[in-house]
């Protein structure tokens, strides 16, 4: 197998992070966004120009493959393209050029398995409202018709934007992929956390995948004017939701040690104007661990929270689940072979669970999935100061390679 | 002086609000919008039907006139037409159809002194973050460069928007009134609030207008992955904003007694995606209130909580004053005219203070001034089930011809 070559590395992050580069220095590169589709167009001439013949499904993802030596399933691995408004440059990134190196490393082995880099369809929920839909459609845990909603009035759904791209959702059976058609599937990915980076570890194996669980919280109160109206006749939503943000942060700190976060990350404030009382607040939650009891718990307790603001403060609240996924054990034995193969290359790893959620969660539906983790500079991601290290980079895409090769030989 | 007639005040009322009704039944009639363009035009047609001559300021302030039988300064009457987003068919309307039936009422009458009827432009700040711009520039209070500033970055200011429309706002100085040219000034609004309408009384009379204090408030904390960053890691822009919104309405709570209301009217969140942390949290506050010294006291607070809270949670908070205002005393003599006419029509009445403000606090710095209110239902305004009765309003408008022919005549 060939070493690693960290400029190639370089070139191909470099050049996938020219679209959608921000005036504040991030990277917004929705998925299916001009952006997006310039990378997703770069990526595949690379992936042809290293001698894999590429398709795309009819929901946009990439898949290209290079046949083994027998007709036999095959070893994938792959990420995402797609970035969060002013997100950094390695979420997705990272896994897209490992997988790419990888390919060309063992470019001169003689492998029995197939081998594949699957490059997904919008991971990020931001554009749409729902995360790793490509992943979630090839995988059979979802169908189109659950992404088919806007998630803001006049902005088309992930469906609407698919057709809007000339994909075909409405034949997304023809991309299914079944069990038989894998042996394994590996994603590499930055750890978005800091357990590496102050550990001083070069990699982790991913054990478990957290789940998000995400609902929409809905707060009706009465918009009036803000001069005229006395402190005590009011029912001013955003003070209701004020507490409910609290009341969020309260959940996710009592079962921190469960290892559950909760955040509010979107806010609607209606009319939105200075001189009027809000008369209406929406708020997006997401609320996750690796310990799904944990999660629901902290669920039950806010929505006591929610009862007890409505009743002091005479405001309508609902609260409407939009998503509620069950963590992810990932493969044993796929671990056990990047163990395996980190001890041989002297590697320090350790064994971890994932916070975030990742297109590996619904691949290891249909088969044996692992994941490695790379350290980032102070645990930052989804932000413009995301950062990994090249030398990190290029160990785990060299810990990538060396699994691959075990798997497929 | 010929009776009310309410047909007319009616119909003038529906067709001024046939501009800028909203799918949910408000109207929405931005200052400088088409729609209020289009409103303004069917006011200066009407007024030229009364026989007024009407001409447009350097600003876009619309001067209707008719002349005394001699060379003395004027009795004006006026409001403005613009509302917030989904406003009611009241604000500002009212004044406007009150001011036009009081010259109908007039037209026969010979009086000394010339009529004038003035319709402000941009009462409301909802479209640039500043309010009462029209009356604060013809009253010398303030000059263009003050509203220079965009609200909102890529969205154009109100001195912008003026010059798209042809006006002329670097000769603002040709639209000044001077002291001389007027005699008083008169502005009936409904009371945005509730005091009239549970006390039964059909008009009040205004001695004082609260003013507000505003403020913008910026929450830096720091953007991060919603599920891979632990609860005991965060820099939550949002929760520490959630704290600074209840120490708003705390503040609020602590000086009602002085007549103080405190709002927070607008949030912005970024970047605003459910998976998130929020890095940076915008918010702009209206604090006011007839005495001045609780009002700064209320602001203090504030600024004492937002130190509590950066400490507390590691977050940058920035307090930057927008304006401050005096609260306004009107002029009593005005004020003791309305209540002669008041008593002379059998009308019950009473002397109150405006928690809202209104173009009247500016006309005041320059010419004696004086308000009359009406009520409106349940005291809502800014809002689509903002509503006054035709009978109270004849009776306000009865009141302000007869007030303005006991000045003119």
């Known amino acids: 197998m060939k070493n690693v070559n960290k400029d190639r590395l370089h070139n191909w992050l470099e050049e996938i992070n020219r679209h959608g580069v921000t005036e504040k220095g991030g990277i917004t590169r929705l998925a299916l966004s001009d952006e997006d589709m310039a990378a997703q167009a770069y990526v595949m001439k690379e992936l042809e120009a290293l001698g894999l013949s590429v398709r795309r499904d009819a929901l946009g993802n990439i898949i290209a ?127 978005q956390g800091k357990v ?33 109206t006395p402190m005590g006749q009011r029912r001013d939503a955003l003070v209701s939701a004020a507490k409910l943000i609290l009341a969020v942060q309260d959940c996710g700190l009592a079962y921190a040690d469960e290892g559950t976060v909760a955040t509010v990350g979107v806010v609607d404030v209606e009319p939105g104007t200075i001189n009027v009382i809000p008369g209406k607040v929406t708020m997006l939650v997401d609320l996750r661990g690796v310990v799904y009891d944990a999660v629901m718990q902290a669920f039950q307790d806010f929505k006591e929270a929610v009862r007890e603001v409505a009743d002091e403060d005479g405001v309508l609240i609902n609260v409407d689940m939009l998503s509620s996924d069950q963590p992810v054990p990932l493969s044993l034995d796929m671990a056990n072979v990047l163990a395996e193969a980190a001890e041989e290359q002297g590697l320090r790893y350790r064994r971890m669970n994932s916070g975030a959620g990742h297109d590996a969660m619904f691949m290891a539906g249909i088969t044996p999935t692992s994941m490695i983790f790379i350290p980032c500079k102070d645990g930052i991601s989804h932000n413009a100061a995301e950062h990994a290290e090249l030398e990190d980079l290029a160990a785990g895409t060299a810990l990538l390679a060396a699994a691959v090769k075990k798997v497929a030989q």
Chains 1, 2 share one sequence.
């Open 65 to 191: 493959r290079r046949e083994g030596t027998q007709a036999l399933p095959a070893i994938a691995m792959g990420s995402h393209l797609d970035t969060v408004i002013e997100g950094g440059r390695y979420d997705g990134v990272a896994g897209v050029v490992a997988a790419m190196e990888a390919v060309a490393m063992l470019q001169d082995e003689a492998l029995r398995h197939p081998l594949e880099v699957i490059i997904f369809m919008a991971e990020e929920s931001a554009p749409f409202g729902y995360a790793t839909m490509g992943s979630k459609l090839i995988s059979g845990k979802a169908a189109p018709r659950d992404f088919a909603k806007s998630i803001k009035a006049g902005k088309p759904s992930f469906v609407d934007m698919l057709k809007l791209r000339g994909f075909d959702p409405d034949n997304y059976q023809t991309a299914l992929r079944h069990p038989d058609e894998l042996k394994a599937f590996f994603e590499l990915h930055i750890e």
């Open 196 to 228: 590496l980076y102050e550990s001083g570890e070069q990699v982790g194996i991913v054990e478990n995948i957290a789940a998000p669980t995400r609902f929409k919280v809905t707060v009706e109160g009465l918009a009036d004017h803000s001069g005229a």
